[in-house]
Nanobody, 124 residues
Framework: QVRLVESGGRSVQAGRSLRLSCEPS????????VAWFRQNPGKEREFVAA????????WDLEAIEGRFTISRNDAKNSLYLQMKDVRLEDTAVYYC?????????????????WGQGTQVTVSP
């Protein structure tokens, strides 16, 4: 297992950009599929984006409409989520997740390791 630590969450005005980061503590996740999920109070955790080992393929939530970009730098042992043109509905706690064997990319239960989350709050 790998302990994940997210960072970069903050309060931001609608239309602005921010970047979230995730790093494993005490390990490496270059051999894992890694993903971002998000959750608002009272709602289920929602898949946002994922990227495979070697960065050959990515998946994202259709509702994001291409505003977010997931990337990874295995040399730096880091995962990123670049968020552009953020909207009020993007407000959530964003979680980083990693899985050694993931078949259903958008399914939360497929991922073995999770971070504690980082809060993103979008204001008008």
């Amino acid at each position: 297992q790998v302990r994940l630590v997210e960072s970069g969450g903050r309060s931001v005005q609608a239309g602005r950009s921010l970047r979230l980061s995730c790093e494993p503590s005490g390990g490496r996740f270059s051999s894992f599929i890694v993903a971002w999920f998000r959750q608002n109070p009272g709602k289920e955790r929602e898949f946002v984006a994922a990227i495979d080992q070697g960065s050959t393929r990515t998946w994202d939530l259709e509702a994001i409409e291409g505003r977010f970009t997931i990337s990874r730098n295995d040399a730096k042992n880091s995962l990123y989520l670049q968020m552009k043109d953020v909207r009020l509905e993007d407000t959530a706690v964003y979680y980083c997740a990693a899985g050694a064997r993931v078949w259903m990319i958008r399914r939360e239960s497929e991922y073995d390791d999770w971070g504690q989350g980082t809060q993103v709050t979008v204001s008008p």
